[in-house]
């Protein structure tokens, strides 16, 4: 049993890490190795926020499609993390329809 432990171990450290890549609405593929991911559970709209906080590029899942906004403040960010409501606060202040270009990537 012991053994068998240690050589799952041995194996898990000598595993590569790969960061996960995922496709945007635009079709643009992101890696997210350098964004901090979180799963929502508390929300009907969003189902995943990722987030870099030194390129200031957002990242949201929403009925399974990744949409990249760029250019949001880290305190944008932490109140949608932290709303009541953080479908209401995206489609309000965040989502395209609402926010026009603002968050928009560039090409």
């Known amino acids: 049993m012991v053994r068998a432990l240690a050589v799952l171990l041995a194996q898990l450290a000598a595993a590569p890490i790969v960061s996960e ?7 643009r593929f992101v890696d997210l190795g350098t964004f901090e991911c979180r799963d929502i559970t508390r929300s009907t709209v969003l189902q995943r926020v990722c ?3 030194a390129r200031r590029d957002l990242i949201v899942a929403i009925d399974g499609q990744y949409d990249r906004y760029c250019g949001v403040a880290a305190e944008t960010v932490d109140s949608l993390l932290g709303a ?3 479908g209401q606060f995206f489609n309000r202040n965040i989502r395209r329809e609402t926010a026009g270009s603002r968050y928009g990537c560039r090409a």
């Open 21 to 27: 890549t995922v496709e945007t609405g635009e079709r």
């Open 51 to 53: 987030y870099d906080r």
């Open 84 to 86: 009541p409501s953080m």
